[in-house]
């Protein structure tokens, strides 16, 4: 079993910044890719970034491409999504998840943090 917990949520401004951090625990696997999905009030959840096990190989949706950023620190087994210019749209509830590659085919990830929430004020 692997338990994520994610962390870093809150209430900011339009064009502001926030770090979200995902901290795993329990049986983890370095080779894992870890990926961060968003669901919004009455929308379905979506794919936002993913990065591979080394760090190297990341991906984005086009909705957030050059404006988040996906890392992760295995030594920490934290995975990281630095979120800046913030947009009103960008409001939802985030999840971690870790998979077997990095991609944005949800079911794909076995395992899934509580999520944490983000709010963009306009």
């Known amino acids: 079993q692997v338990q994520l917990v994610e962390s870093g949520g809150g209430l900011v401004q339009a064009g502001g910044s926030l770090r979200l951090s995902c901290a795993a625990s329990g049986r983890t696997y370095r080779r894992d890719a870890m990926g961060w999905f968003r669901q919004a009030p009455g929308k379905e959840r979506e794919f936002v970034a993913a990065?591979?096990?080394?760090?190297?190989?990341?991906y984005y949706s086009d909705s957030v491409k050059g404006r988040f950023t996906i890392s992760r620190d295995n030594a920490k087994n934290t995975v990281y999504l630095q979120m800046n210019s913030l947009k009103p749209e960008d409001t939802a509830v985030y999840y971690c998840a870790t998979g077997p590659s990095a991609n944005y085919y949800e079911h794909q990830y076995k395992y899934w943090g509580q999520g944490t929430q983000v709010t963009v004020s306009s």
């Open positions: 990065i591979g096990w080394s760090g190297l190989n990341k």
